[in-house]
């Protein structure tokens, strides 16, 4: 079987009959390069698109802390999201500045309740948590005064950075649900909080489960 694989090795390097030995061997060694790199990439490596003057100019995910993402929300990650922003900028032209957005009082607090992710991912996946956007979307529907700010929060786990873009992520996730839903994406802003506002601050699972949140606030005109 070895001697097979090293024969059809030798017949495919002798076969550029149109090409000179140099070329057939510098094509030899680009495969080589392209080989190892995705050897590498499975193990983690990563490849700069440009040449570093310093080690401090390295920025990658190598930290201690960092989780990577699944393969399914990688080829997801923004699959959902690329939605304009809103035309309108807070606090200028009739549009509520993004301080004056409150917690929906008692009475709404059934239909603005908070939802839910799994660690590292920004898609919903529970029932429940779909069943709530479809609710807050028909109230936005029925109510074309109010606005909503969306909040997306994190665990404590990872770094800030990589935690403030996850954060976005989930935000604008649910952002973009409730559009589908045929709520005005003009009347939706999004901000990501990261893993700086905790409503659970012990370490463990249970606490993490209770932080990897997206949260409502409204303004009604």
Same mark, same amino acid.
């Given at each position: 079987?070895?001697?097979?694989?090293?024969?059809?090795?030798?017949? +495919? +390097?002798?076969?550029?009959?149109?090409?000179?030995?140099s070329?057939?061997?510098?094509?030899v060694k680009?495969?080589?390069?392209?080989?190892?790199?995705?050897?590498d990439?499975?193990? =983690?490596?990563?490849?700069?698109?440009?040449?570093?003057?310093?080690?401090?100019?390295?920025? =990658?995910?190598?930290d201690?802390?960092?989780?990577?993402?699944?393969?399914?929300?990688?080829?997801?990650?923004?699959a959902?999201?690329? +939605?304009?922003?809103?035309?309108?900028?807070?606090?200028?032209? =009739?549009?509520?500045?993004?301080d004056?957005?409150?917690?929906?009082?008692?009475a709404?607090?059934?239909?603005?309740?908070?939802?839910?992710?799994?660690?590292?991912?920004?898609?919903?996946?529970?029932?429940?948590?779909?069943?709530?956007?479809?609710?807050?979307?028909?109230?936005?529907?029925?109510?074309?005064?109010?606005?909503?700010?969306i909040?997306?929060?994190?665990?404590?786990?990872?770094?800030?950075?990589?935690?403030?873009?996850?954060?976005?992520?989930?935000?604008?996730?649910?952002?973009? +649900?409730?559009?589908?839903? =045929?709520?005005?994406?003009?009347?939706?802003?999004?901000?990501?909080?990261?893993?700086?506002?905790?409503?659970a601050?012990?370490?463990?699972?249970?606490?993490?489960?209770?932080?990897?949140?997206?949260?409502?606030?409204?303004?009604?005109?």
């Open positions: 079987m070895k001697r097979s694989a090293i024969l059809a090795a030798i017949l +495919l +390097l002798s076969a550029g009959c149109m090409r000179n030995s070329q057939t061997w510098e094509d680009t495969a080589g390069r392209y080989m190892q790199r995705g050897v990439t499975l193990w =983690g490596k990563d490849y700069e698109s440009r040449m570093l003057t310093s080690d401090e100019e390295f920025i =990658g995910p190598y201690e802390d960092f989780i990577p993402l699944r393969d399914s929300d990688i080829r997801n990650s923004f959902d999201t690329a +939605l304009p922003q809103p035309k309108g900028i807070p606090g200028a032209n =009739g549009i509520p500045a993004l004056q957005f409150y917690a929906p009082p008692n709404l607090k059934s239909i603005f309740s908070t939802v839910h992710f799994e660690t590292d991912e920004h898609i919903l996946r529970e029932k429940a948590d779909l069943a709530s956007i479809s609710q807050i979307a028909a109230y936005l529907k029925k109510n074309p005064k109010v606005y909503l700010f909040s997306g929060h994190t665990d404590e786990r990872a770094s800030a950075s990589y935690n403030m873009a996850l954060g976005m992520r989930r935000a604008n996730y649910v952002r973009s +649900l409730l559009v589908k839903n =045929g709520v005005d994406l003009n009347r939706i802003y999004t901000v990501s909080r990261g893993k700086e506002e905790p409503v601050f012990g370490h463990d699972h249970a606490d993490w489960s209770q932080n990897r949140r997206a949260e409502f606030k409204i303004f009604e005109k």
